[in-house]
């Protein structure tokens, strides 16, 4: 399985921007997926996370209502549409694959390489 995230830049504050994390396999329908985002000095934390079909989701307290997170089963790609982004949404953004259907409080078995976002005041 091999996860390759996409869309990442440099934007002003207010602004948006749409990552994309496209994974190999057949099996991509039957996970659930997530955002993860490490800044520098800190630990990596869980930005959203949505269930095998989309109907679930879940956020981080401080991107509720900026942040979005979706999935097309059939393009085997996870998305996370960010906006209204803040200075503090700068880092390194993960996407990352549930080894069950629902997120649940699992740990990640799959890891996608990092895309950076960086938003300027």
């Known amino acids: 399985v091999q996860l390759q995230a996409s869309g990442g830049g440099l934007v002003q504050a207010g602004g948006s921007l749409r990552l994309s994390c496209a994974v190999s396999g057949r099996t991509f329908s039957n996970y659930a997926m997530g955002w993860f985002r490490q800044a520098p000095g800190k630990e990596r934390e869980l930005v959203a996370a949505i269930n095998w079909s989309g109907s679930t989701d879940n956020y981080l307290d401080s991107v509720k209502g900026r942040f979005t997170i979706s999935r097309d089963n059939a393009k085997n790609t996870v998305y996370l549409q960010m906006n209204s982004l803040k200075p503090e949404d700068t880092a390194v953004y993960y996407c990352?694959?549930?080894?069950?259907?629902?997120?649940?409080?699992?740990?990640?078995?799959?890891w996608g390489q990092g895309t950076q976002v960086t938003v300027s005041s």
């Open positions: 990352a694959r549930f080894p069950n259907s629902y997120y649940g409080g699992s740990r990640v078995d799959y």
